[in-house]
């Protein structure tokens, strides 16, 4: 099976240490997956996607997680991507969401 069953483009970087993070609409959902069942694994996000203005957003669908990181969850594989190996495929941050380039380009005009 595909990795996503969206157009989506993942980072697939060499994780880090830090915790990839979600808001509280995607909490729950394996970002490999999508799946809502058995969260067994921690998500670790690579380290240019555990810094600044990224550290802040959720790896799904880059929505604001609050200053203090209080509207945030961590993120979870599912049992049977982590039984797959796929959490070790790399960091799952998406990296193609439409509204964090928009996002991007209002920070650019205010700038
Ligand atoms: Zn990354
Ligand atoms: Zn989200
Ligand atoms: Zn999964």
Do not use: W
């Amino acid at each position: 099976m595909s990795r996503h069953q969206y157009d989506l483009v993942q980072c697939m970087k060499q994780p880090g240490t830090k915790v990839g993070l979600l808001c509280l609409l995607c909490d729950g959902k394996c970002p490999i997956c999508d799946l809502m069942v058995n969260p067994t694994r921690k998500v670790r996000v690579c380290d240019s996607c555990s810094f600044g203005h990224l550290a802040h957003r959720c790896i799904l669908c880059s929505a604001h997680l609050g200053d203090n990181l209080d509207l945030a969850a961590a993120a979870y594989y599912c049992l049977e991507c982590v039984l797959e190996e796929k959490h070790r495929e790399g960091c799952p941050r998406i990296l193609n969401v439409g509204s964090l380039r928009a996002d991007q380009r209002l920070r650019q005009i205010k700038s």
